[in-house]
């Protein structure tokens, strides 16, 4: 069982938006505002897309926005591009002891 | 821009060690502040972190792992490495060396990623 528990797939049309949702507890995601989210291709290696819940690196298209609720973190993708098909996955910063954990991940399909 | 690049063996035997290296580029694994961790995926399933040590050479581990694990840095060769003790099946996965970045009161994620390395623990 993920420390963090996100659905096991979202879909959406090319254009629409979709939003993945990642909940934890008051011990992680609502502790802290320190939540990331990774896009992962098959066979590549994870890449950083939100961070600190709603920031976004030099390169993330802005179509990708992260907010978060209490103990709930959620990742936007409007604008859905076929190449936004991906496995995307949450982080959390978990104080001194867990550290850092991960969500079980998403499945977005693009129809 | 930072790169990172893991290597070691693909195959490991049940209750040996497993044993990780990456090489970075365009990156000092001892500069002031940079942090380098090792997170690992079993096939099919989610991320997990391994643990982290800092430019300083502290460490911190997954406490599910922590009595296995070992992390230290080689900073005449630009690489850090991962050490894994008594493996079983469930430590079959694609390991991943990062970038950490922590910022004390401000910041945490991982910027730069490795591809990752499939180590299988099989007899």
């Known amino acids: 069982q993920s420390a963090l528990t996100q659905p096991r797939s979202v879909s959406g049309s090319p254009g629409q938006s979709v939003t993945i949702s990642c909940t934890g507890t008051?011990?992680?995601?609502?502790?802290?505002?320190?939540v990331s989210w990774y896009q992962q291709h098959p066979g590549k290696a994870p890449k950083l897309m939100i961070y600190?819940?709603?920031k976004r690196p030099s390169g993330v298209p802005d179509r990708f926005s992260g907010s978060k609720s209490g103990n709930t973190a959620s990742l936007t993708i409007s604008g859905l591009q076929a190449e936004d098909e991906a496995d995307y996955y949450c982080?959390?910063?978990?104080?001194?002891?867990?550290?850092?954990?991960f969500g079980g991940g998403t499945k977005l399909t693009v129809l | 821009q930072v790169q990172l690049q893991e290597s070691g063996p693909g195959l490991v035997k049940p209750s040996e060690t497993l044993s990780l290296t990456c090489a970075v580029t365009g990156g000092s694994v001892s500069s002031g502040s940079s942090y380098w961790s090792w997170i690992r995926q079993p096939p099919g399933k989610e991320l997990e972190w391994i643990g982290y040590?800092?430019?300083?050479?502290?460490?911190k581990y997954n406490p599910s792992l922590n009595s296995r694990v070992t992390i230290f840095v080689d900073t005449s060769k630009k690489q850090f490495s991962l050490i894994l003790s008594s493996v079983t099946a469930a430590d079959t996965a694609v390991y991943y060396c990062?970038?950490?970045?922590?910022?004390?009161?401000?910041?945490?994620?991982?910027?730069?990623w490795g591809q990752g390395t499939l180590v299988t623990v099989s007899s």
């Open positions: 990062a970038r950490d970045v922590q910022i004390i009161g401000r910041s945490y994620y991982f910027d730069y």
């Open positions: 040590i800092s430019y300083s050479g502290s460490t």
């Open positions: 008051s011990s992680d995601v609502g502790g802290y505002d320190y």
């Open positions: 982080s959390s910063y978990a104080g001194t002891y867990r550290f850092r954990v």
């Open positions: 600190d819940v709603g």
